[in-house]
């Protein structure tokens, strides 16, 4: 299995991160190859750095030369005319032209979105792709869907963003028959704006485990297992999440502080927050699957460190061993065949 790596990817620290995440990964799986897309000289580098600790995987590694860099600042709409031979640009040639298996990411999502939509053919029967997320819940992680691909939708593309995370869910996080919600501000079926009430209607009558509205609080408490929401609105969950869990550990250490015996007690608990420090720390979770398209696009956060990078690498890979975009592509092919 050949899996494309951005090396110019993140916020900072590029290539270093994404050589160092792709080394990791090689080391537990030996069913993978890593192709680096980015500028030649300094991979090598990056790679000479580690080699006497991966000697053996690095013959598991190959680079494709791409000195144009997508900055965080620059706008999708331009990137696709001036910066083809850009990493993203040539990774996903590579993907498109099936030289690889999947493309992983922490660069410019909104860059990957256009260049994807562009190089790499949509599933029949879906609009729109979605990045899809997972957030950890007090008992297992759920997914959440869209989460910044699409800032306005139609209900109809809603109804879509459902079918292709409870599939997700199911495939990957093992959940059999995922509750699926819409995220709203109520959980009656009168509660949300124009957009989710029609919804409403569509989930209802579909095939999928619908169990109705949630609301942003109940996220958290596992509630359900699939929440669907545009792409503005889980954007705004998910940065918030985020936020949320970084504030949260800095609260525990200023707690601590105030009360100097406390540390006497941090043998005793120290476990109970490295366990919490896990749940939530998004590098764990590694990247967010763009769904909907033919090939297997996993974009990552930008400030993601080698860790996040392997754990990328490794939702590529179960994605491509359960076939996850033929498996959306036959049951949305199902769907159209019952209805017609």
């Excluded at 050949?2 to 080391?27: C, H, M, Q, R, S």
């Excluded at 053919?121 to 008992?139: E, F, G, M, S």
């Excluded at 297997?296 to 076939?323: L, P």
């Amino acid at each position: 299995m050949k899996i494309v790596v951005d090396a110019l990817g993140g916020d900072k620290n590029f290539p270093a991160i994404n050589v160092e995440g792709a080394l990791l990964a090689l080391k537990d799986y030996s069913d993978v190859e890593v192709i680096l897309v980015g500028p030649k000289e300094e991979i090598e580098k990056e790679i000479f750095k580690n080699k006497k600790f991966f000697k053996e995987i690095t013959k598991r590694i190959s680079i494709i030369n791409a000195t144009e860099c997508v900055t965080m600042e620059d706008q999708p709409s331009k990137i696709i005319r001036t910066k083809e031979n850009s990493s993203i640009g040539v990774g996903l040639k590579l993907l498109r032209d099936g030289l690889a298996d999947a493309f992983v990411s922490s660069g410019n999502s909104g860059a990957i979105l256009a260049f994807s939509i562009t190089y790499i053919k949509k599933i029949p029967h879906i609009d729109r792709p979605a990045i899809a997320t997972v957030l950890p819940t007090i008992n297992k992680p759920c997914v959440v869907i869209d989460v910044g691909a699409n800032v306005d939708c139609k209900p109809k593309q809603l109804l879509e963003f459902g079918y292709m995370g409870s599939i997700y869910c199911r495939k990957i996080l093992n959940i059999e028959n995922p509750r699926v919600a819409l995220l709203s501000i109520g959980t009656e079926e009168s509660k949300g704006n124009l957009q989710v009430l029609e919804a409403y209607q569509l989930f209802k009558s579909s095939k999928l485990n619908f169990i109705g509205n949630i609301e942003g609080r109940d996220i958290p408490f596992g509630v359900a297992d699939v929440v669907v929401s545009d792409g503005f609105v889980g954007n705004v969950v998910l940065k918030l999440g985020e936020g949320i869990a970084e504030v949260l550990l800095e609260l525990i250490k200023y707690s601590l502080k105030k009360h100097p015996f406390s540390w006497f007690a941090l043998p005793f608990v120290w476990n109970a927050i490295r366990d919490l420090r896990k749940k939530i720390d998004f590098t764990e979770y590694g990247g967010a699957p763009l769904l909907g398209l033919e090939k297997v696009c996993v974009i990552c956060h930008g400030r993601s460190n080698a860790k996040a990078i392997k754990n990328a690498i490794k939702v590529a890979k179960q994605m491509v061993e359960e076939r996850i975009s033929f498996v959306i592509s036959e049951f949305m092919d199902n769907i159209i065949n019952e209805k017609s």
